[in-house]
């Protein structure tokens, strides 16, 4: 019963540096979500991806690229690392939520960049 | 844009209280309003997810309400325990897939 599983769960970075966060879920969900929580500002949607091949911006897109590899795979990716990407990062996954099925989270990936 | 806040930003209480947590929005057009639990250092945990079409949900001490017309939802902790300490969220749908809009979150300590 892994659910949706988020590697690595902790990441020091220098700035400039790229790095992916991966994340893949097992419950055939169409939904994937990438969100970052920050102290005093909450969780924020950064990227989503509504089905296999389709990605969209969220809240707080800038210095982020995603990629929905399969149905069961979701990557944010970090291409030029700055202090301020420094957060707690979390994928989540749901089907039709808006019919009712709940959304799932990972664990959370810490990331620093210093 | 939809906004949620979350009041009080934290509490803290003795063990057995029954206590509300309460959460607003400003979008009334919504399909659903949910809870999540934070424990320290982990991800999210559903507690109650209520459909626009329901007033309330009750899951063993736990009770949410959701009044869309007013844009609020309060969540209810019958005989608080120590173990119940943890970040509550409620949280909102954007719409379609675009995920969702969260509050800040109520941090709870029940003091022993």
């Known amino acids: 019963n892994a659910g949706v599983t988020q590697t690595p769960k902790f990441q020091v970075l220098k700035t400039g540096q790229s790095m992916t966060l991966q994340c893949a879920q097992d419950?055939?969900?169409?939904?994937m979500y990438w969100y970052r929580q920050d102290p005093g500002m909450g969780l924020r949607l950064i990227y989503y991806?509504?089905?296999?091949?389709?990605?969209d911006k969220g809240e707080v897109p800038n210095g982020y690229n995603v990629s929905r590899l399969n149905k069961r795979e979701f990557s944010l990716r970090l291409e030029s690392a700055a202090p301020s990407q420094t957060s707690v990062y979390f994928c989540?996954?749901?089907?039709?939520?808006?019919?009712?099925?709940?959304?799932?989270f990972g664990e959370g990936s810490w990331l620093t960049v210093v | 844009k939809q906004e949620v806040t979350q009041i009080p930003a934290a509490l803290s209480v003795p063990e057995g209280e029954n206590l509300v947590l309460n959460c607003s929005f400003t979008d009334s057009a919504i399909y659903n309003l949910q809870w999540f639990r934070q424990d320290p250092g982990k991800g999210l945990t559903s507690l109650l997810l209520i459909q626009s079409s329901q007033r309330e949900q009750t899951s063993g001490r736990l009770n949410a309400s959701l009044d869309k017309s007013s844009g609020r939802s309060t969540l209810y902790i019958a005989a608080s325990q120590p173990g119940d300490s943890a970040t509550y969220l409620c949280a909102v749908p954007g719409g379609g897939a675009d995920g969702l809009t969260f509050g800040k979150g109520t941090h709870l300590i029940i003091q022993p």
């Open positions: 989540a996954s749901s089907d039709l939520w808006d019919s009712g099925n709940t959304i799932y």
């Open positions: 991806s509504a089905s296999e091949g389709t990605t």
């Open positions: 419950m055939n969900h169409n939904s």
